[in-house]
């Protein structure tokens, strides 16, 4: 039993990480490649840091109520047993809610850029260690859907 839960455990935390996606500069989905984009050159006036709120799917609460479910389950016999399968079931699926969110969970940027237009766009990020710096010309590249400032 205890070797059923570790595998549990083990295929929950794989199946949480595998859902986070990089959302840099430097990152792009695979549909994204051969796709045109927009360049358009800017100034950076502020950078600041902010946090980009993890995933909150599903997975996360479905993997840790089937944990907290079998873990719960092996507490006491009968009617003893069920009921702390489904309090188990209930704290596991608020737990790996959580924990899902705080995994996936990243350090962004928000970028002030002021274009060669006069325009000021801000533009949020994850935090690639780019070190953008107020003063310093970069790029945003747009493609309807998505902007991203790089060098």
């Not at 006491?76 to 399968?85: D, E, L, P, R, W």
């Amino acid at each position: 039993m205890r070797i059923l839960n570790i595998g549990l455990a083990l295929a929950a935390a794989i199946s949480i990480t595998g859902c986070a996606s990089g959302l840099g500069g430097g990152d792009y989905e695979r549909t994204e490649a051969r796709r045109v984009m927009s360049v358009r050159m800017g100034t950076i006036e502020g950078v600041r840091l902010v946090k980009l709120e993890g995933t909150n799917s599903p997975i996360g609460s479905i993997g840790g109520a089937a944990i907290g479910g079998v873990a719960g389950s092996t507490v006491g016999q009968g009617k003893g047993a069920a009921i702390a399968a489904v309090v188990g079931a209930v704290v596991g699926g608020i737990a790996g809610a959580a924990a899902e969110e705080g995994l996936t969970r990243k350090q962004g940027v928000e970028v002030t850029v002021k274009l060669d237009n006069g325009e000021l766009l801000a533009i949020v990020q994850e935090d690639g260690g780019e070190n953008f710096k107020p003063g310093e010309r970069v790029r945003l590249l747009q493609d309807g859907r998505n902007t991203r400032v790089t060098r």
